[in-house]
């Protein structure tokens, strides 16, 4: 075999690695972006097709590397969590009140990383992008608050949830990573029990107190 069959082989070969890499990456990257956006890119898929929803997205992504979103520091990461735990706590006495903190809390936190409010419908569009994967517990918890004061406290515990889903997401990556693993956030209480205290990252009943009442972990 001349030296010039075997060179044109190599630089075959050689383009075949690099092309079968480059599909790799771009593969990778795609599920990445999908897992981000969760249900949304599914919904986006079904309404206008998977080609256009993928352009959707990156349209989305583009818009959102524009604002600039920025990471807390760790000392507005701690202040929020601590407000959170005062919003989780009020749910004990006033659950109405409670997810109308929380909800207020994501959107002071959307505010804090870079994000634009004013229009909640482009808020919307924007968090999809690296927080899909919460924006259907989002909006149930939104429409939950709307009507907190005739919701059942069931339907305000799920909004709670919800809301602290999307809230952790927010303070704890840049991203869109979601929580650090191993890590959970306060509970909510399944039931409204006499009275309960958060210890650490559970809802605990008071020493003398009955135990019956269990917290539920979603």
Known sequence: MSAGVIILIVVILVIV???????????RRSAAERSLVGPEYDRLADEIGPRRAKAEIEKRRRRVDELGIKSLTAER???????????QEQFIDSPARAVSAAGA???AVAVDRG??????????????????RHLDGYRS??????????ATTEALRRAMLSYRQLFFD????SD???????REPDMVPAQR????????????????ESTDVASTRP
């Open 141 to 150: 918890a939104r429409a939950a608050t709307a009507r907190a004061e005739q």
């Open 105 to 107: 809390l994501i959107t």
């Open 115 to 132: 994000y634009e409010v004013t229009d909640h419908n482009q808020l919307m569009t924007d968090l999809s992008v690296f927080h899909g």
């Open 193 to 208: 029990p006499r009275k309960q205290v958060t210890q650490g990252r559970y809802w605990k009943p008071r020493p003398q």
């Open 17 to 27: 690695a690099v092309g079968a890499a480059v599909a790799s990456t771009r593969m």
């Open 170 to 173: 927010l303070i704890e990556s």
């Open 77 to 87: 990461r701690s202040a929020y969590v601590g407000q959170w735990e005062a919003a």
């Open 176 to 182: 869109g990573a979601g929580l650090a693993p191993g």
